[in-house]
Nanobody
């Protein structure tokens, strides 16, 4: 089992920045991903990273968000820059323990989930 706890959310003005953190405990995760869900909308993938450091981003966040990890600390990060009101959502960290996994943004690929952290950007 992998337990995930997110932190770092908050309220910022448009154009601002935040850094989200996801700490894993229990067994070591392989691929990790950030999803988000805005009120009344479906959950969508934001960025994913494999155990070997391969990264994929959603088109909507390319050039503004950056995913990274510290394997020794079992911690996943998401830097959110140039935030807009459209980025307002609950952000979730998810993980799997699939050896040699490729980073995907398909929810069904990740059995372990955190409870989320709220990000609000206002104009």
């Amino acid at each position: 089992q992998v337990q995930l706890v997110e932190s770092g959310g908050g309220s910022v003005q448009a154009g601002g920045s935040l850094r989200l953190t996801c700490v894993a405990s229990g067994k070591s995760p392989s691929c990790m991903v950030w999803f988000r869900q805005a009120l009344g909308k479906e959950r969508e993938g934001v960025a994913a990273i494999s155990s070997r450091g391969r990264i994929v981003y959603a088109e909507s966040v390319k050039g503004r968000f950056a995913i990274s990890k510290d394997t020794a600390k079992r911690t996943l990060y998401l830097e959110l820059n140039n935030l807009s009101p459209e980025d307002t959502a609950t952000y979730y960290c998810a993980a799997n323990r699939v050896a040699y996994c490729e980073p995907t943004m398909s929810e069904s690929d990740y059995p372990y989930w955190g409870r989320g952290t709220q990000v609000t950007s206002s104009s």
